[in-house]
């Protein structure tokens, strides 16, 4: 099989505005995450990673939205990188839950805002902003939505009807997502816990990041996508299996694409958003697909969970740790809150990394996993 | 490995209408709203399924549509469940549920709305109902993209990253809503089709089926008789209208018979009202269009809207030979008023103006078979809602130009001409005019008495052969008839009778009777071409022929091919000679083909 590489990447979020930024940071133990108080958003007090609003990129008049201006600066750094001709073979993807779903908060609703808030409305400003040429591609397939951008990409780099995809991705915590988790019981009383026996839920995160990946390298040391699946519980459209066994399932076939077995894994990004059913449930799949020995984080405690970016986010970074050879630590573990307990990282490792392997699961069911490996 | 993968079965849900593989399945106009209808066709399910009352209006849509759509033969247990996938798409994502999620926040956020502020939930009601666990995915995109669902479908399967496969679109916003939803799978089963763009599109896009178009008016003037009346009476008593040239200024005059309209110019001008100065194509275009339209008689015309589509190969060609015998001596001399209505279009346009047709004019010449394409292409205005009534059909007058260019051919006969004959040698040129009127349903039920019958199927395809000769094979002609009948769902023991194209040419009458063997051998239905009656009238013989193939139908009538002696020996058929009164005719095919090899069959049938 032909070979994709990541030829660009960036990652914009409140701890920093380029890859390079937020890996610094994160191993310097940099958290976005605080405590707000912020009444527009919710009643109560609480935690999350949010940008401030002073970043230079959110101001100025434009006639973009919060939405379209995070995904516009972070394509901006990436082309940078990798500056390929968007009128010539070149695809764009964007990820997205809710996309512009503020707008309805305080808009009339009326048709014209209906068709502004829609993503596809996005994706056509966001596409002819840039100059990309083909119709661009929207997934909002819930939290998986950002790996399946690079699932997606990587096909269409294969197909061999696209050189390059950029792939991109956004969500803005609005009144609407805190208030539906908060239905939920869903959002933790401080920064998450991801797989700690005291977890209580998830800390939500706002955040955009790109991702180029492309049919031919860019440097030495470009990273690859070497294998990719999803797979659904067919179980519930809130919680996840009781078993495991759809993530694993994924996990083995993305191996099988990548032409690896589960020791030739070196680290994993779990999705781990720090409830009490998905931590377990990821536990359970790795421990299915005898992975449980390898070292493992979750990046939620940095980040928060950011919904549509945060499969791409925590693959640029789990990227970045293949390149330097070190891994973060899972920020907010210190005793195993799973019945099968896993290797978390809880201190800035260094190791000889070849691949990892990145996974997410979301509402609806879906499972996503992800295998980048070096040359 | 590009693979042949299949759509083994298709559901769509739009206006309130279940279809399933295309044809309906339920339809609830009476639903006041969408829920009421969802729920009506949740009852049709005969299923107890106690989720279904907790899903919003958009998954109860597309999980309604996924249960029709593997209803009725899909054995879910050929797969293994993570060998089934569901890739959905829509415009506005949840937005329906999104609204009502933001109105429930103020009191107290609903979290089983807030579950459904996500679309991909659709695509995870329909795994868990069906325990299906293969790669699930969800696109928002501004229209449905059947060309990216294909090929990323399509992808997946040749991938073997699934073996089987729901896809397609789930839309639902305030009161507008669509499901479309495809089972593509590898192996062909029943009435599968081919999963490919255009399938999908055209699946997609379930176009309601064409209204029919009926046949309420004819009007027509050949050698035979001024109208349908005076030439239904030729029929009956044999008597063809070929005769030595009286009208035209020939030196053939004597030589060649030909079948002239019996009228003068002059006496053609009086009965119509016009200048005598008018072309001859006009004025018989314009007798037969006004018999047409008084015979249809269609009440409170005046508020539809009314098309005149009308053929004709050789427009004011009759004044343009007068206008040079002049000028061909000084080119300063010549009446140019000879000429100003010299090409096809004014014909057409003086006609129309006549009968007072405002709504729809075009003019349509692709020689013998103009006028058959001007009633098909009538009656595609129809089906398309376009226009209410066209009024269809053509004129030719026979002119100098005419008659000397098909003597040059070599293809006229110096006796009266003898279609399908083993010793025929030739066509007599004809002069005429025929219409139909082709009214809508709608139109049909306010006439006063029944339509005569419905133009049910048309076809038109090109020979690819020659400029002036068939092929030996008939393709054209045979892919004519085959359309025809394809278009009208009939087969060919459905034909009661056969209105020949039938020149009398040694080429066409071959090349013809050839299609005619390879489609209708061994059981032939009675054939005859009415040319041996009228000679062959070019622009015009379509729509008299269809005039004649409309009476049959009306009237239970088999027309005679006069002349006819010997059989071809080619065929093993051969036309009927005798004119036959009350026999049952449903479906009557009507040939025409032109130079160009632009062959069109017509079919009509009763109502």
Redesign the interface.
């Known amino acids: 099989m032909a070979d994709v590489f990541i030829t660009a990447d960036n990652i914009l979020s409140p701890i920093g505005v380029t890859t390079a930024d937020n890996f610094e940071r994160l191993k310097a133990g940099k958290t976005g995450v605080r405590k707000h108080y912020n009444k527009l958003l919710a009643d109560e007090p609480f935690y999350a990673s949010l940008f401030d609003g002073n970043e230079a990129i959110l101001k100025g008049n434009t006639h973009y939205t919060k939405f379209e201006r995070l995904i516009i600066a972070s394509i901006t750094d990436a082309l940078k990188q990798y500056p390929c001709n968007l009128a010539h073979r070149t695809a764009l993807i964007i990820c997205s839950t809710k996309g512009n779903i503020s707008l309805l908060e305080t808009g009339d609703n009326t048709p014209v805002l209906k068709q502004r808030i829609s993503l596809s409305a996005s994706a056509k400003l966001i596409a002819d902003h840039f100059g990309f040429t083909s119709q661009p591609l929207v997934i909002s397939n819930a939290c998986i939505s950002g790996l399946m951008g690079i699932i997606t990409g990587k096909r269409l780099i294969l197909s061999g009807e696209y050189d390059n995809v950029v792939i991109t991705g956004a969500d803005e915590i609005s009144k609407f997502i805190l208030s539906g988790f908060g239905s939920f019981q869903a959002i933790s009383s401080g920064p998450c816990k991801p797989f700690d026996i005291g977890r209580d839920g998830i800390t939500l995160g706002e955040g955009a990041a790109t991702m180029i990946l492309s049919a031919h390298q860019n440097s030495g040391d470009d990273v690859k996508v070497t294998g990719g699946a999803v797979s659904n519980d067919a179980n519930h459209i809130s919680a996840p299996s009781r078993t495991g066994e759809e993530l694993k399932q994924a996990i083995t076939k993305s191996l099988a694409e990548a032409n690896l077995g589960n020791t030739d894994i070196d680290f994993i990004s779990a999705h781990g958003t720090a409830t009490v059913y998905n931590d377990e449930m990821e536990a359970k799949a790795i421990t299915l697909a005898n992975m449980r020995h390898i070292p493992l984080n979750s990046l939620k405690g940095y980040y928060g969970h950011t919904l549509g970016a945060a499969g791409l986010i925590e693959s640029i970074i789990a990227i970045q740790s293949l390149k330097q050879n070190i891994m973060i630590p899972s920020l907010g573990f210190e005793e195993t809150g799973t019945t099968d307990s896993l290797n978390i990282c809880t201190e800035l490792l260094s190791g000889h990394y070849q691949n990892c392997l990145k996974t997410a699961s979301g509402f609806g069911g879906c499972n996503a996993a992800v295998i980048f490996s070096k040359k | 490995m590009k693979q042949t993968n299949y759509i083994t079965s298709s559901c769509i849900i739009s206006n309130h209408t279940v279809y399933k593989n295309g044809t309906v399945l339920f339809s609830e106009q009476a639903a006041t709203d969408v829920p009421g209808f969802l729920n009506a066709v949740y009852k049709t399910r005969d299923i107890n399924y106690a989720r279904y009352y907790k899903m919003d209006n958009l998954n109860k849509l597309g999980w309604l549509a996924s249960e029709i759509l593997l209803s009725g033969g899909f054995d879910k247990t050929k797969y293994r ?2 060998d089934i ?2 890739i959905l798409s829509n ?3 949840s ?1 329906d549920t ?2 009502r ?2 109105k429930s ?1 103020a009191d ?4 089983s709305l ?2 459904y ?5 659709v ?3 329909i ?2 109902r ?13 229209d449905f ?1 059947a060309d ?1 669902i294909t ?2 479908v399509g ?1 997946l399967l040749d991938d073997d ?1 699934l073996q089987a496969c729901i896809c397609g679109w789930v839309e639902l ?1 305030g009161k507008e809503y669509k499901a479309a939803l495809f089972l593509i799978e590898k192996v062909k089963t029943g009435d599968a089709t081919l999963f490919t763009k255009e399938k999908v599109t055209k699946i997609f896009e379930n176009k309601k089926p064409l209204q029919d178009v009926f046949i309420a008016g004819v009007g027509v003037i050949t050698a035979m008789g001024n109208n349908v009346a005076e030439c239904l009476s030729s029929f009956e008593r044999g008597e063809a209208g070929m005769a030595d040239i009286t009208h035209l200024d020939t030196v053939h005059a004597g030589k060649l018979p030909v079948a002239e309209v019996k009228m003068t110019n002059v006496e053609l001008a009086d009965k119509n009202g016009m200048d005598v100065g008018m072309s001859r194509t006009t004025l018989l275009s314009l007798t037969a269009a006004k018999e047409a339209l008084k015979d249809a008689a269609i009440p409170r015309i005046e508020t539809l809207r009314v098309g005149f589509v009308s053929a004709n190969t050789v427009g004011g060609m009759d004044k343009s030979e007068d206008f040079f015998i002049d000028f061909i001596t000084d080119n300063s001399k010549g009446k140019l008023k000879n000429v100003f209505d010299h090409e096809c279009g004014s014909m057409t346009e003086v006609v129309a103006n006549q009968l007072g047709i405002k709504d729809y004019m075009t003019t349509i010449s692709t020689a013998c078979s103009s006028s058959a394409n001007a009633i098909f292409y009538g009656a595609r205005l129809i089906r398309n809602d376009v226009v209410d009534i066209v009024v269809a059909g053509g004129a030719d007058a026979l002119t100098k130009f005419t008659l000397n260019g098909f003597n040059t051919l070599m293809i006229l006969d110096k006796e009266f001409c003898k279609p399908f004959d083993e010793n025929r040698r030739g066509l007599n040129l004809g002069e005429g005019a025929g219409y139909v009127v082709l009214v809508s349903e709608k139109v049909m039920k306010t006439l006063n008495r029944p339509a005569y019958c419905k133009l049910s199927g048309y076809n038109n395809s090109n020979d690819a052969y020659h400029q002036t000769a068939s092929s030996p094979e008939g393709t054209g002609s045979y892919l004519a008839m085959k359309g025809a009948l394809n278009k009208a769902g009939l087969t060919t023991s459905d034909i009661d009778y056969i209105n020949l194209h039938g020149t009398g040419t040694p080429n066409n009458d071959n090349a013809e009777g050839t299609a005619v063997k390879r489609l209708f051998d061994p059981h032939y239905p009675p054939m005859s071409s009415t040319k041996s009656f009228t000679g062959h009238t070019l622009g015009a013989s379509g729509g008299i022929e269809a005039v004649f193939s409309v009476l049959a139908i009306k009237h239970g009538l088999i027309y005679p091919n006069l002349r006819f002696e010997t059989r071809m020996h080619e065929f093993s058929f051969e036309p009927e000679t005798r004119f036959k009164k009350g026999q049952a005719i449903s479906h009557v095919m009507s040939n025409s083909f032109g130079f160009g090899g632009n062959c069109s069959s017509l079919i009509f049938s009763k109502i």
């Open positions: 469940p993570e996938g569901v415009r506005n994502s937005l999104d609204q999620y933001l926040v107290g956020a609903s979290p807030f579950v502020t996500l679309p991909n939930i695509t995870g009601e795994c868990i069906n325990h299906f666990k293969g790669e699930d995915a969800f696109f928002i995109a501004e993209d990216f090929n990323y992808k990253v916003l």
